[in-house]
């Protein structure tokens, strides 16, 4: 292989090359330049990724930041830094105290977020892993929010086959008497359960705090039979807790031979699905998504 390193430095070409420079040396030049050319290019933006850096560190914060705080907690130096925040403040991203100086986030980003429906960017994000998910696991599955103290279906993909589960969009459920249900109620803060809980019609069960608890910790919820007789569901969390997006993917499945090795076996599937759709969506997942892509 002629890498043309050679007849850059001026050096004598293929085989005399080798003599000139000695076999094993030539071998490493081939190397290294092989190695250059697979190498992926860095397409970085130092400047946005600053700018970011300043955008996230005042939304963790949730206080005002002078210069100052904001270089000692990103690690960029406050002369950088000056140019970048004072172009967020005119684009209206940033407001600055005329007293202090210090910098919040206005209410632009807020504005920015709201233009599209968050259950619309969800079904977006949701529907190419709903469908490998479907298509690796050869089971319907469907994805649920919340509504009042209803869980409703909000999209569903059916199984590619004669004798499938479909669940219809729309179709809405007692919060607490499915496994969606129940997985995101147990991941709700303690004010809004609380509040959920009061307002659940008469007659609908209540879980124990107990059975929360462990479904928030475990991550995953399982039931047999629980809706329709004969079918085994599985749901697993979507979004972020800290931030109240939230929702549930699940798959159901008709008359597993065994719902207990069921669960196991879609569980990691299920689970690198709903953590691709998470980082769709923007916000971070705690599952590795690598035995899903």
Wanted: net charge positive; hydrophobic share 40%.
């Amino acid at each position: 292989m002629d890498t043309g390193y050679g007849r850059k430095r001026g050096w004598p070409e293929n085989e005399s090359c080798k003599t000139f420079i000695g076999k094993s040396n030539f071998n490493l030049l081939r190397f290294v330049n092989i190695k250059y050319m697979l190498k992926k290019p860095d397409y970085s933006v130092p400047a946005l990724e600053r700018g970011l850096d300043v955008i996230e560190i005042l939304a963790n914060q949730r206080r005002p930041l002078t210069l100052t705080d904001i270089a000692e907690l990103t690690g960029h130096p406050a002369n950088g830094l000056f140019r970048i925040t004072d172009c967020l403040a005119k684009r209206g991203y940033l407001s600055r105290n005329s007293t202090s100086g210090a910098f919040r986030l206005s209410l632009r980003l807020y504005q920015l977020a709201h233009t599209h429906s968050p259950v619309e960017s969800l079904i977006l994000a949701a529907r190419e892993p709903m469908c490998n998910l479907v298509a690796q696991l050869g089971e319907s599955c469907h994805l649920s929010v919340f509504d009042g103290t209803d869980l409703v279906i909000i999209d569903q993909v059916a199984a590619n086959r004669a004798v499938r589960l479909s669940i219809e969009v729309g179709a809405r459920f007692a919060a607490t008497r499915t496994a969606s249900g129940r997985l995101l109620l147990a991941n709700l803060g303690k004010e809004a359960r609380d509040a959920l809980l009061k307002r659940l019609p008469k007659g609908v069960p209540v879980p124990v705090p107990a059975e929360l608890d462990r479904l928030r910790k475990d991550g995953f919820c399982s039931a047999y039979e629980e809706t329709v007789r004969g079918v085994a569901d599985v749901a697993v969390l979507v979004g972020n807790p800290e931030v109240g997006v939230l929702a549930a993917l699940t798959v159901s499945a008709l008359s597993p031979p065994s719902p207990k090795n069921f669960t196991k076996r879609i569980l990691p599937i299920l689970r690198a699905a709903a953590t691709c759709i998470t980082r769709e969506t923007g916000l971070e997942g705690g599952t590795d998504a690598s035995t899903f892509l």
